[in-house]
């Protein structure tokens, strides 16, 4: 089988080399595709040599699968060419997610609604997918109405520019900014761009995915804030039920759901982290406590590194749960 990595050479795209390893798809042939500036780069991977090809050529080589994380204009123009062949897309930008005819997948929420036919899948907003993974198996028991986020955002969700930002103002270097302040020893209340609403765009993907995957009748609002945290994104989350619950059965349900582990004893100073949720593949979850200031109301706090499960490992373990379901091939769509 042939799986294209599309945006090979990007801060995503080398950690889903590692999550390809990792969920044993590194033996299948694997086509790396990056931008024109790498193209015949040589990269050691699994103790084999791959050379850098361009993205009309992948096409052309008609891979099983490709997974993308090369930004939303590459996927715009060049997913539905690798469909027309009969590629599988797994798409990591927010180019298709609110499109109504892809479906936007969770593996440990949604899986289950592919088919053959889906031959663009999107991949969530990073602070979506661990929020829901967290969440999910709440309202399935108790039924979520209200829903309340504050995120707390790796720089490296703003790509390796940032990364360098960050480096350069720890080290007092001039350089490129990819944020309109300093980032070191600051916070910006400034996720992605500002909409009409006043909310960012950032925020505004909380609401609309949470609506699209799990429930559009939550009433959902975000505050989304950039940190000076090299990796793994927080979120502090408010929860309104509309059935009573004890925190021992939220406790419960979060230890038995699947992909998420409970760090909660405040007694011992455990709970989540980003620093030790860097390189994992989990949902962290932690800080559960009742709201007393509502009916029904819990708080949490949940931290996931967000290039691993907030991008590669969910694209990668999508790729995974279509090819153990036979949900490949040439199966004409309209795309």
Known sequence: MKIAIVG??????????KVIKEQGLANNELLLVASEKSLGKKI??????????SINEAIKLKPEIAIFSAGGNTSLKYAPLFAKNGTTVIDNSSAWRMDKDKKLIIPEINANILTKSDKIIANPNCSTIQLLVAIAPLHKKYKINRLIISTYQSITGSGIKAVNQLENERNGISGEKAYPYTIDKNCLPHCDVFLENDYTKEEMKLVNETHKILDKNIKTTATAVRVPVSGGHSESV?????NKFEISEIRNILNNSSGVIVQDEP????????ITSEG???VFVGRIRRD???????????????LRKGAATNAVQIAKYIIDNKLIGNTKTLV
């Open 8 to 17: 090979a050479t990007g801060l995503v795209g080398t950690v889903m080399l």
């Open 44 to 53: 050691l991977f699994n103790n084999k040599k791959y050379t850098i090809i």
């Open 238 to 242: 408010n929860l309104e039920f509309e």
């Open 267 to 274: 007694s011992k100073n455990i709970y989540p982290m980003p």
């Open 280 to 282: 994992k593949n989990e």
């Open 292 to 306: 007393y200031s509502i009916d029904n109301g819990l708080n949490m706090f949940i931290v996931a590194d967000n």
